[in-house]
């Protein structure tokens, strides 16, 4: 008799009888499970280092039970000049824990996270993304709060939803979907625009020219107003693209080469108090206006699996890291015997590739929603250790939970290194791509266009707001007026801005040259931190700067004085490379008040090398709906075509 998921748990979550039902075998290229069952025989837990440990009060799960199990691989068919794949939406009961029963999740393929889709660099891609979901959302929508301020130690911290009350209008969505493959460079009639949506029985196909350097992408579901419960139901999955210069570095491959890809969830709870592994998407709305914060569960999933391990032998490995996690930012550090191991992770890829060469973490590797970083990690001084991954928070000792800020459970998973001879085949070479050159600001065209982006608190709406500026002359301006945002940079100089657009409709969207390059400065006036994304485009960062923005008022809504230079930051490890997601905010503890907290000012200068209508926006999926612009990219003779009857806009 076949088992079922639920007599057997399959650890890539792989509800088995669907799969062979579906014949996806016979459908689709190389599919590959690579990791062992849930079930470790007594003899090989009791000969490796480590060992499960309990999980903070209340949730109800054991630490480091279950091995991380490593994604299925999906290989393109070869079809002449370009490369075939199809993959399919589906439903299906996946296992997240061994304590926890098999829950439905909407998945791809059947798995949460989907397959690990690899392709070979510069090999066209086409992708038939085929919707077989059924059912409304596997998802409970709730959410709580205090009118008389944030909770110390909220609801969130813990599963369940007793002292919620239902969000209205999630529990019945129907299983529509756009797919979205976060960091390709394609067009935008193949980007998964957000509102062409596919329903059951429809299909979704996507050319991708795969013309980018050795990387790690994602793809997800982008669907309009919803991609906060439909990409926390599972749609989410990786993809990676390789080329001869990555092949000639010899880094780490095979069982060493391991994805991470991180993900929260927080779970309902039955009658009796047992976890169901039902997810619930809680947050809390904070004081009488109900400003809503970001979603943090307590759960952290690595692959799929809440709080797994992974055996390692003491040498180097390569981690291709995802924050696939709807908002929580992952601050990441290794410890050993619960000290952080200095300069435990060498950088060698961003978002959009590989950089020059290593570069060492100083602290925590901070890895907002929506960015990836390639690192090399060497177990070799560890043989015969339990190592853990931890997530951090300024001010808090590695390691420690403090549930006000979210962190109740700060483990995310335990590396147990085996006890015998180091290998020591590989070193860390100086030069990771040679091909790879940073840029700076005087490497720039001297007439290329300059955009401003301002993120400003919680407006009438009681949401977080984008908006895009203009420049303007300051005369007769009364300060404050709304929408008005004089800056002031480090040389002294002023310049006044005026909003042009903030809702989704509204106004005319930026327009860029297809192949231009244009500078784009986000100036962020709340302390809270913003992963802003760009659809159909590429960058690299230039500066971060810290800004005195006590001078925005925030009831008019403009800035009384010029929001004023302090100092210049420091770029991190991961943001030394080609991105598609800049953190706009601190990444640390956020300090109210005039001395507290400064704002931000972030440069980056992008690249547009497709054409089409895509979007840009703030990737926490809980304000995508509200923090999103329309951007089109359009060949550069078509931007100055003159003549009467220029057309309809």
Same mark, same amino acid.
């Given at each position: 008799?076949?088992?079922?998921?639920?007599?057997?748990?399959?650890?890539?979550?792989?509800?088995?009888?669907?799969?062979?039902?579906?014949?996806?075998?016979?459908?689709?290229?190389?599919?590959?499970?690579?990791?062992?069952?849930?079930?470790?025989?007594?003899?090989?837990?009791?000969?490796?280092?480590?060992?499960?440990?309990?999980?903070?009060?209340?949730?109800?799960?054991?630490?480091?039970?279950?091995? +991380?199990?490593?994604?299925?691989?999906?290989?393109?068919?070869?079809?002449?000049?370009?490369?075939?794949?199809?993959?399919?939406?589906?439903?299906?009961?996946?296992?997240?824990?061994?304590?926890?029963?098999?829950?439905?999740?909407?998945?791809?393929?059947?798995? /949460?996270?989907?397959?690990?889709?690899?392709?070979?660099?510069?090999?066209?891609?086409?992708?038939?993304?085929?919707?077989?979901?059924?059912?409304?959302?596997?998802?409970?929508?709730?959410?709580?709060?205090?009118?008389?301020?944030?909770?110390?130690?909220?609801?969130?911290? /813990?599963?369940?939803?007793?002292?919620?009350?239902?969000?209205?209008?999630? !529990?019945?969505?129907?299983?529509?979907?756009? #797919?979205?493959?976060?960091?390709?460079?394609?067009?935008?009639?193949?980007?998964?625009?957000?509102?062409?949506?596919?329903?059951?029985?429809?299909?979704?196909?996507?050319?991708?020219?795969?013309?980018?350097?050795?990387?790690?992408?994602?793809?997800?579901?982008?669907?309009?107003?919803?991609?906060?419960?439909?990409?926390?139901?599972?749609?989410?999955?990786?993809?990676?693209?390789?080329?001869?210069?990555?092949?000639?570095?010899?880094?780490?491959?095979?069982?060493?080469?391991?994805?991470?890809?991180?993900?929260?969830?927080?779970?309902?709870?039955?009658?009796?108090?047992?976890?169901?592994?039902?997810?619930?998407?809680?947050?809390?709305?904070?004081?009488?206006?109900?400003?809503?914060?970001?979603?943090?569960?307590? /759960?952290?999933?690595?692959?799929? #699996?809440?709080?797994?391990?992974?055996?390692? @032998?003491?040498?180097?490995?390569?981690?291709?890291?995802?924050?696939? !996690?709807?908002?929580?930012? /992952?601050?990441?550090?290794?410890?050993?015997?619960?000290?952080?191991?200095?300069?435990?992770?060498?950088?060698?890829?961003?978002?959009?590739?590989?950089?020059?060469?290593?570069?060492?973490?100083?602290?925590?590797?901070?890895?907002?929603?929506?960015?990836?970083?390639?690192?090399?990690?060497?177990?070799?001084?560890?043989?015969?250790?339990?190592?853990?991954?931890?997530?951090?928070?300024?001010?808090?000792?590695?390691?420690?939970?403090?549930?006000?800020?979210?962190?109740?459970?700060?483990?995310?998973?335990?590396?147990? #290194?085996?006890?015998?001879?180091?290998?020591?085949?590989?070193?860390?070479?100086?030069?990771?791509?040679?091909?790879?050159?940073?840029?700076?600001?005087?490497?720039?065209?001297?007439?290329?266009?300059?955009?401003?982006?301002?993120?400003?608190?919680?407006?009438?709406?009681?949401?977080?707001?984008?908006?895009?500026?203009?420049?303007?002359?300051?005369?007769?301006?009364?300060?404050?007026?709304?929408?008005?945002?004089?800056?002031?940079?480090?040389?002294?100089? #002023?310049?006044?801005?005026?909003?042009?657009?903030?809702?989704?409709?509204?106004?005319? !969207?930026?327009?860029?040259? $297809?192949?231009?390059? @244009?500078?784009?400065?986000?100036?962020?006036?709340?302390?809270?931190?913003?992963?802003?994304?760009?659809?159909?485009?590429?960058?690299?960062? +230039?500066?971060? @700067?810290?800004?005195?923005?006590?001078?925005?008022?925030?009831?008019?809504?403009?800035?009384?004085?010029?929001?004023?230079?302090?100092?210049?930051?420091?770029?991190?490890?991961?943001?030394?490379?080609?991105?598609?997601?800049?953190?706009?905010?601190?990444?640390?503890?956020?300090?109210?008040?005039?001395?507290?907290?400064?704002?931000?000012?972030?440069?980056?200068?992008?690249?547009?090398?497709?054409?089409?209508?895509?979007? $840009?926006?703030?990737?926490?999926?809980?304000?995508?709906?509200?923090?999103?612009?329309?951007?089109?990219?359009?060949?550069?003779?078509?931007?100055?075509?003159?003549?009467?009857?220029?057309?309809?806009?």
């Amino acid at each position: 008799m076949e088992p079922t998921v639920a007599s057997r748990p399959d650890p890539t979550g792989l509800n088995r009888r669907a799969l062979l039902q579906g014949g996806i075998f016979a459908g689709l290229g190389a599919l590959v499970a690579t990791a062992p069952l849930f079930a470790d025989s007594p003899a090989a837990a009791a000969a490796a280092p480590g060992g499960p440990e309990p999980s903070a009060a209340g949730l109800k799960l054991t630490k480091f039970k279950d091995p +991380l199990r490593i994604p299925p691989v999906l290989r393109p068919r070869g079809q002449g000049g370009h490369d075939e794949l199809t993959v399919r939406l589906r439903t299906a009961d996946v296992t997240l824990h061994s304590e926890l029963p098999p829950v439905t999740m909407w998945t791809y393929e059947g798995v /949460y996270p989907g397959p690990t889709i690899e392709t070979v660099s510069g090999r066209p891609l086409r992708v038939a993304w085929e919707n077989h979901l059924t059912g409304n959302i596997p998802v409970t929508a709730v959410d709580f709060g205090l009118a008389t301020g944030p909770s110390p130690d909220p609801l969130s911290n /813990y599963p369940g939803t007793d002292g919620c009350q239902e969000v209205p209008g999630v !529990a019945g969505l129907p299983p529509w979907a756009a #797919v979205h493959l976060h960091g390709m460079l394609t067009g935008g009639g193949n980007d998964g625009w957000m509102e062409n949506l596919i329903g059951p029985g429809d299909v979704q196909l996507s050319a991708y020219p795969n013309k980018q350097a050795a990387t790690t992408l994602w793809y997800h579901d982008h669907t309009h107003h919803v991609s906060r419960y439909s990409v926390y139901a599972g749609l989410a999955g990786l993809f990676i693209s390789r080329n001869a210069e990555e092949r000639a570095l010899n880094l780490p491959k095979g069982a060493h080469e391991v994805p991470l890809i991180l993900s929260d969830r927080n779970f309902g709870l039955d009658a009796s108090g047992a976890l169901t592994g039902r997810s619930v998407h809680k947050v809390e709305m904070v004081g009488a206006q109900r400003l809503m914060r970001p979603h943090h569960g307590p /759960y952290t999933l690595v692959n799929g #699996v809440v709080w797994p391990y992974l055996e390692v @032998e003491p040498r180097w490995y390569r981690f291709r890291v995802a924050n696939t !996690a709807n908002s929580r930012i /992952y601050r990441l550090m290794l410890l050993a015997d619960g000290r952080p191991v200095p300069g435990a992770f060498q950088v060698i890829g961003t978002d959009q590739g590989l950089i020059d060469k290593p570069v060492a973490v100083d602290g925590a590797l901070n890895l907002s929603p929506g960015e990836r970083a390639e690192v090399l990690v060497n177990f070799a001084a560890f043989r015969g250790q339990a190592l853990k991954l931890v997530n951090t928070f300024q001010g808090v000792t590695p390691g420690a939970s403090n549930q006000r800020n979210d962190l109740a459970e700060p483990d995310v998973m335990q590396f147990r #290194v085996a006890d015998r001879k180091p290998v020591t085949r590989f070193a860390l070479p100086p030069v990771i791509s040679p091909t790879f050159k940073r840029v700076t600001p005087e490497d720039l065209p001297h007439d290329h266009p300059h955009r401003w982006v301002v993120l400003v608190g919680p407006g009438s709406a009681n949401l977080p707001e984008l908006w895009e500026m203009e420049e303007i002359d300051a005369a007769g301006i009364t300060f404050p007026s709304a929408g008005i945002v004089q800056v002031q940079d480090a040389q002294g100089a #002023v310049k006044t801005l005026r909003r042009t657009a903030m809702s989704y409709d509204e106004g005319r !969207a930026f327009t860029a040259a $297809h192949d231009g390059v @244009e500078t784009w400065k986000y100036l962020n006036l709340a302390a809270a931190p913003h992963p802003m994304h760009i659809h159909l485009a590429h960058f690299q960062v +230039l500066s971060r @700067e810290n800004y005195d923005v006590t001078g925005f008022d925030r009831v008019t809504r403009g800035s009384a004085r010029p929001i004023a230079f302090k100092a210049a930051s420091v770029l991190e490890a991961h943001e030394l490379g080609e991105k598609d997601v800049i953190r706009v905010g601190t990444a640390g503890q956020i300090v109210p008040g005039p001395n507290g907290t400064p704002g931000e000012l972030v440069t980056v200068a992008v690249r547009f090398p497709v054409v089409g209508r895509g979007v $840009h926006h703030c990737h926490m999926l809980e304000h995508e709906q509200h923090m999103m612009r329309p951007l089109v990219v359009s060949p550069a003779a078509h931007l100055h075509r003159g003549g009467a009857g220029g057309g309809h806009h």
